[in-house]
């Protein structure tokens, strides 16, 4: 019914940049917040940046000054600017989404996860 699809990983230098995508599709009647996580091996899962439907955002300490989460309603999109990028920034990225595919209001909205798209950053 809906699947998240991410793009945009891969390998780059540190110092360099990367921009991370994941769009939404399928029965979608609204999207409220739009989070990227990632999980490096041997650590558990971490937030990275989340942005709610207003548009405010909030980041993890570590990315902060170098990464941005924008979205893109009309296309149920998120992005996730990275720059300066660092060796210890070498993960696995998901993306999720708090969806609602109904707009009867007792049914609540769920959470929906990408595939992972793996960022290794050398030195």
């Known amino acids: 019914q809906v699947q998240l699809v991410e793009s945009g990983g891969g390998l780059v230098q540190a110092g360099g940049s990367l921009t991370l995508s994941c769009a939404a599709s399928g029965s979608i009647f609204s999207i409220n917040t739009m989070a990227w996580y990632r999980q490096a091996p041997g650590k558990q899962r971490e937030l990275v940046a989340v942005?709610?439907?207003?548009?405010?955002?909030n980041y993890a300490d570590s990315v902060k000054g170098r990464f941005t989460i924008s979205r893109d309603n009309a296309k149920n999109t998120v992005y996730l600017q990275m720059n300066s990028l660092k060796p210890e920034d070498t993960a696995i990225y998901y993306c999720?989404?708090?969806?609602?595919?109904?707009?009867?209001?007792?049914?609540?909205?769920?959470?929906?996860w990408g595939q992972g798209t793996q960022v290794t950053v050398s030195s």
């Open positions: 942005i709610i439907a207003g548009s405010s955002t």
């Open positions: 999720k989404m708090s969806i609602r595919t109904t707009s009867i209001s007792i049914w609540p909205a769920r959470d929906y």
